[in-house]
């Protein structure tokens, strides 16, 4: 989407698909603190008062899985282990203990568990009684966005 400036922090969606939709970011002491657009405000967190503190064993969890034309993306976001399946489907997980998760009650994998295992020093993912062998991928031919 084409943006162009209105205003200080102030944008117009311009381009050939779409214009008029405006979006404003808010400042408090220099830094931006809030986004609008419509009717809808985000604000950013502190993240000193969240409490997100992360289990530092998530750490080896993080990474691709599959192939390379169907990759599993573990991550962190907002203090939770993440995954994107199926290229598009991004979860938040629950930890029911050290390496089970479970996916949330909605999507294409709903409520089902997703299990850290470690063979032969190479760590794997079965989700939904399908197993994803860790990979690694060259930074060149890592999905972008």
Not at 39 to 63: A, H, I, R
Not at 76 to 93: A, M, N, Q, S
Request: aromatic share 16%; proline share 5%; glycine share 8%.
């Amino acid at each position: 989407m084409g943006v162009r400036p209105l205003a200080t922090d102030q944008f117009i969606a311009d381009d050939r698909n779409s214009y008029g939709q405006q979006f404003t970011f808010g400042r408090e002491n220099g830094q931006v603190s809030t986004f609008k657009t419509g009717d809808d405000q985000y604000t950013k967190l502190d993240n000193s008062e969240q409490g997100n503190t992360v289990p530092k064993e998530w750490e080896k969890y993080v990474g691709y899985y599959g192939w390379p034309h169907n990759l599993m993306r573990i991550f962190i976001r907002d203090g939770k282990l993440t995954c994107i399946v199926e290229w598009f489907y991004e979860y938040p997980l629950e930890q029911l203990d050290t390496a089970r998760f479970r996916f949330p009650a909605y999507g294409l994998y709903e409520s089902e568990t997703l299990e850290f295992v470690q063979r032969d020093e190479q760590w794997e993912v079965i989700a939904a009684s399908v197993r994803f062998k860790r990979i690694q991928i060259p930074k060149s031919e890592l999905p972008t966005g």
